[in-house]
């Protein structure tokens, strides 16, 4: 285990004991966060030269699976923080300036990670109503203003809005046939206005609210250095937006697990046959789904962007999210009526779980990109864009 996948254990039963407190109030898990940032994890994707822990994309998914055991709505926020800072950091100098990107870029690359390093968190404002998190259908716009850029829109699903210190927003451009989607690091202040709407099913610490934006950002925000590298950005190396989120929730089918053995050892229902195979069945899906997730990872470390990796990511995200729900609804039948009560870990566990195949890219999604792969198809072209 990672030193940072063992500080992330360490913290993670604190996070179970407040869990059930945010997940009832809808409130953002702010003690979890200050005990993240405290631990330094904040940093856990930003170079050492920069005052972080350098670690690997490996490295990242082991920690937010030990931080999903404890709370999976605490590990989502901080699953959209490591996704600006992680795709910030592993994006290779001369990846980067093939792209286009000028100079100036890691300059300012390097501000927001030693930020990140010194406990800034960012969240990302991407998804919008009809649209969801399709890139191409995005109707934020931005345009040229004085030396910044204005940017005008509705965001929702804003994990950890509020409490961020930056957004990740991507918009598209008013000028251009078509036109160009990119991504802006906006700073947290006037023009971002949250509006509380969060009131969901599950993950309901989150606080993923929307966010109405009207904002003039400054010349650096426009990350990459150059307009229209985000739908590239995503086909090309997606795991940031597609397997990040599978290391969540296989943490949090595997706290399901967890839940279920300590209610059955209290409750004394360990006897019986249907249950014990209950618990067998779904200890091996999450294993299975883990090594799944484990593997994917090593790929995007050793070869990021390559076409078996990039397959890899997407099984990835696909056995998380279907592994979550099942494991979750298996062991809330095992454990039996009395676990479905308000309040009760397994209870909340479940309506956590219920939402990963919906997290991007949905399961449907991930399923369509893996069977044109094997049919001999490109996944990336289509009638329906993807981003």
Not at 345 to 367: H, K, M, N
Request: one cysteine or more.
């Amino acid at each position: 285990m990672s030193a940072s996948a063992a500080v992330a254990r360490e913290l993670a039963p604190t996070f179970a004991d407040r869990a059930a407190e945010h997940d009832r109030e809808g409130s953002f898990p702010k003690a979890d966060f200050d005990a993240i940032r405290a631990a330094g994890l904040l940093g856990l994707m930003v170079p050492e030269r920069l005052g972080g822990a350098g670690a690997s994309f490996r490295e990242y998914t082991d920690a937010a699976y030990e931080l999903a055991r404890g709370n999976g709505a605490t590990a989502l926020i901080y699953n959209m923080h490591a996704s600006v800072t992680g795709a910030l950091a592993t994006t290779p100098d001369d990846l980067a300036r093939a792209l286009g990107a000028p100079e100036s870029f890691f300059a300012a690359r390097d501000r927001v990670l030693r930020a990140a390093a010194d406990g800034a968190l960012y969240a990302v404002a991407m998804s919008e109503h009809g649209a969801g998190s399709r890139f191409s259908a995005m109707t934020t716009t931005y345009e040229r203003e004085g030396e910044g850029w204005r940017l005008r829109g509705h965001k929702t699903f804003c994990s950890g809005a509020g409490h961020a210190d930056a957004y990740l927003v991507v918009a598209r451009s008013l000028d251009g046939d078509p036109p160009r989607v990119s991504q802006f690091l906006v700073p947290a202040g006037e023009g971002l206005m949250v509006q509380p709407t969060w009131d969901s099913l599950g993950m309901r610490a989150t606080g993923s609210h929307d966010i109405e934006i009207d904002c003039l950002a400054p010349a650096d925000a426009l990350l990459g250095g150059v307009e229209g590298l985000a739908v590239l950005l995503a086909q090309v190396m997606p795991q940031w937006l597609v397997a990040s989120y599978a290391a969540v929730y296989v943490g949090v089918a595997r706290s399901a697990v967890d839940e279920a053995v300590a209610h059955l050892q209290r409750r004394s229902l360990t006897h019986l046959p249907a249950v014990r195979a209950r618990v067998g069945r779904a200890d091996a899906l999450v294993e299975a789904a883990r090594l799944a997730v484990t593997a994917a990872a090593g790929r995007v470390d050793d070869a990021p962007g390559d076409s078996e990796t990039n397959r890899a990511v997407y099984q990835a995200k696909l056995l998380a999210g279907e592994t979550a729900q099942t494991v979750a609804a298996s062991m809330l039948e095992a454990a039996g009526t009395s676990a479905t009560r308000r309040g009760h870990p397994l209870e909340r566990i479940f309506r956590d779980a219920r939402c990963g195949s919906l997290q991007p890219a949905t399961s449907d999604v991930c399923a369509d990109w893996l069977g044109a792969a094997a049919l001999g198809l490109d996944p990336n072209a289509g009638e329906v864009s993807r981003w």
